[in-house]
């Protein structure tokens, strides 16, 4: 079987977790990275890793690395590249996406919610509409993770509107001690490890735009704190119909690869490395009067995020 030629450019917490997660597949072959940092210290990153551990598989011993701002200076023309991963962060639209298809490569998907009409994808969502476009986003992992419930809560009740709450580990777009930050945006400038940072988030606009009948219709902030990994949301959505019906067996049914259901007294540490989307958690989810509905759910931000990246590089692959 011919193996799948995959190009990661951007080395981070995604690309990273993105390589260990395909490095399962025989039929996958990571033929090269680019990042701006040196190969040495990637490598030692790769292997060390303070929240899931030691990575002992020598997987990148034939990966050609890169160090190229610019992708027009990027030589990967003899790489033969079937799936581009665009984990780092800085290319979130087509045009800038459009020079790596000039240089072969034959997909290229973005690990971020785009700032044009790129179109997205979300595994457990519309990943069956996928027809073969070239250029893709995997939208964001709030977006994986809210999407997949406000559909079921759509079907059943019909939204009025919506409003999410992240409780969110804090990123590398955060700041460990308080200095000056690129985006002039003074809370992410405070500690990352010393404070809750409420901030504005785009996971509204993202869901909009993989559910375009919730269009201006929801909210969303993401408070940041003092953790490594993994998001607590706390979902409040309105909805047209009685939510009188019985929502834990509606949502009992709708269990998948995507999601799953908690009963249990658990923490966000429990819930580092879950494959799963969300795991609703059955002691914050419940119907208020007739037209209310929340739901806590968690998520390995990190983890499950690239698992469905890495199982939407499968899909998008079928079609070469």
């Given at each position: 079987?011919?193996k799948?030629?995959v190009?990661?450019n ?5 690309g990273r ?13 990571i033929?090269?990275?680019n990042d701006?940092?040196d190969?040495?210290?990637?490598s030692?990153?790769f ?8 990575f ?6 034939r990966?050609?690395f890169?160090k190229?701002?610019d992708?027009k200076?990027?030589c990967?023309?003899d790489?033969?590249?079937?799936i581009?991963l665009?984990c780092?962060g ?13 240089k072969?490569v034959?997909?290229v998907?973005i690990?971020?919610p785009?700032?044009d009409?790129t179109p997205?994808?979300?595994?457990g969502?519309?990943?069956k ?5 070239t250029i893709?986003?995997a939208s ?10 406000l559909?079921?809560?759509?079907k059943e ?5 919506a409003?999410f ?5 804090y ?6 001690l308080?200095v000056?930050?690129p985006?002039?945006?003074?809370r992410r400038a405070r500690s ?5 940072l ?17 269009k201006?219709?929801?909210?969303s902030v993401?408070?940041r704190v003092?953790l490594?990994s993994c998001?607590f949301?706390?979902?409040?959505i309105?909805?047209n119909k ?7 067996e509606i949502?009992?049914?709708?269990k998948s690869?995507?999601i ?6 658990c923490?966000?540490?429990?819930f580092i490395k879950?494959?799963h989307s969300?795991v609703v958690d059955?002691n914050?989810t419940y119907?208020v ?7 806590g759910?968690?998520q390995?931000?990190?983890?499950a ?5 890495c199982e939407?590089?499968?899909l998008v692959a079928?079609?070469?």
């Amino acid at each position: 079987m011919k193996k799948i030629r995959v190009f990661i450019n951007g080395f981070g917490r995604i690309g990273r977790a993105s390589a260990k997660i395909l490095s399962r597949y025989e039929r996958v072959e990571i033929v090269g990275i680019n990042d701006l940092c040196d190969k040495d210290s990637l490598s030692g990153l790769f292997r060390f890793d303070s929240v899931y551990g030691r990575f002992d598989k020598n997987i990148l011993e034939r990966t050609r690395f890169f160090k190229e701002k610019d992708p027009k200076n990027l030589c990967i023309e003899d790489l033969e590249i079937d799936i581009l991963l665009q984990c780092s962060g800085v290319f979130l639209n087509r045009k800038s996406n459009e020079i790596f298809l000039k240089k072969g490569v034959k997909r290229v998907i973005i690990s971020a919610p785009c700032n044009d009409t790129t179109p997205t994808f979300i595994m457990g969502i519309n990943e069956k509409d996928y027809d073969s476009q070239t250029i893709i986003s995997a939208s964001s992992c709030s977006a994986n993770a809210i999407a997949p419930l406000l559909k079921i809560i759509e079907k059943e009740f019909k939204i009025k509107s919506a409003h999410f709450s992240m409780i969110h580990s804090y990123t590398a777009d955060q700041n460990l001690l308080d200095v000056k930050h690129p985006s002039k945006d003074l809370r992410r400038a405070r500690s990352a490890a010393l404070n809750i940072l409420p901030l504005q988030s785009s996971a509204s606009q993202a869901v909009e735009t993989i559910l375009p009948f919730l269009k201006t219709k929801t909210a969303s902030v993401s408070i940041r704190v003092p953790l490594a990994s993994c998001t607590f949301y706390d979902l409040s959505i309105f909805v047209n119909k009685s939510s009188n019906k019985n929502l834990i067996e509606i949502l009992k049914k709708e269990k998948s690869r995507y999601i799953d259901i908690s009963g249990e007294a658990c923490v966000s540490s429990d819930f580092i490395k879950n494959p799963h989307s969300a795991v609703v958690d059955l002691n914050f989810t419940y119907a208020v009067e007739k037209n209310l509905i929340k739901i806590g759910a968690w998520q390995d931000n990190e983890y499950a995020y690239a698992l469905r990246l890495c199982e939407l590089s499968l899909l998008v692959a079928e079609s070469l």
